[in-house]
């Protein structure tokens, strides 16, 4: 995202809405910056604010006067009144930014959009998961920090080493060059984005590493880390991942799950 110089008049009504602060006032310039490495091109600050087409020069000459005479002149909050914000034709590896970020935007490697899953609470659909394997879900930057993947790699090169499966379909393992060792493209490594989502699964049994992992590598990272793990039930509707986090310290719950109601059941596809 761009901020026209020539049109913006500093009234701030843009700053707040930034989910990551990369927006700011430069009080010598009095024109709003947009951090360029901090922006992950979400679009959130243009289509969240109606957008006015006043005179810029008479915006800032009435705000000159009003600030003389000690009384405020501002636009509405949600108001960008001179339209000063431009979105910009990315290039690669930026465009990757807007394709974790931006909700409206389809991954290509997917067709989903947001993070580019479904994720594996679609499971009675998609059956990715089987009976005795755990499905996990692995998710960075969320809310209001963002995440660039070189800290994303740090966790896919260390679940890597315990011999998961990452989720075919899933936008962080098609812009992998070696996903036997979790390695990422190195040309997006320093590339930031609002969320994104890591999918494994593995046997019940690696359950206890595979969170051992998450946590180790967590306390490296300078972005947010939340886990979801899920499994198949058995015919009964028993499953033994219950026992095997409450053994590790993580209180289980039963429940998202997105059933895919009018549509043939994983099972039913096999």
Request: glycine share 8%; hydrophobic share 40%.
């Amino acid at each position: 995202m761009r901020i026209d110089e020539s049109r913006c008049v500093a009234c701030g009504n843009c700053v707040p809405i930034c989910p990551v602060g990369a927006i700011s006032i430069d009080p010598v310039a009095r024109r709003a910056r947009v951090n360029r490495d901090e922006c992950v091109e979400c679009h959130a600050c243009y289509r969240g604010m109606s957008k006015e087409h006043l005179y810029p020069p008479l915006v800032r000459a009435i705000r000159r006067v009003a600030a003389a005479l000690r009384f405020r002149f501002d636009p509405e909050p949600d108001i960008c009144p001179t339209d000063a914000l431009t979105p910009e034709t990315l290039a690669w590896p930026r465009v990757v930014r807007r394709a974790f970020s931006d909700p409206q935007v389809p991954h290509e490697s997917t067709g989903i959009t947001g993070r580019g899953t479904a994720e594996v609470k679609t499971n009675d659909v998609t059956g990715r998961v089987k009976e005795g394997e755990a499905g996990f879900v692995i998710e960075f930057g969320r809310p209001g920090v963002g995440a660039r993947f070189r800290e994303i790699q740090a966790m896919t090169t260390a679940l890597a080493a315990l011999g998961v499966e990452f989720e075919r379909q899933n936008p962080v393992t098609s812009l992998m060059t070696d996903p036997r060792r979790g390695i990422l493209r190195e040309d997006i490594l320093d590339e930031k984005v609002l969320s994104a989502i890591v999918e494994v699964k593995a046997g019940l049994e690696q359950v206890p590493l595979v969170l051992g992992a998450v946590r180790e590598v967590s306390r490296r990272l300078t972005t947010v880390v939340a886990v979801g793990v899920s499994t198949r039930c058995d015919a009964s509707g028993g499953d033994r991942l219950r026992a095997i986090l409450e053994a590790e310290g993580y209180p289980a719950y039963r429940g998202k799950t997105n059933l895919g109601l009018g549509r043939a059941t994983a099972g039913r596809l096999s």
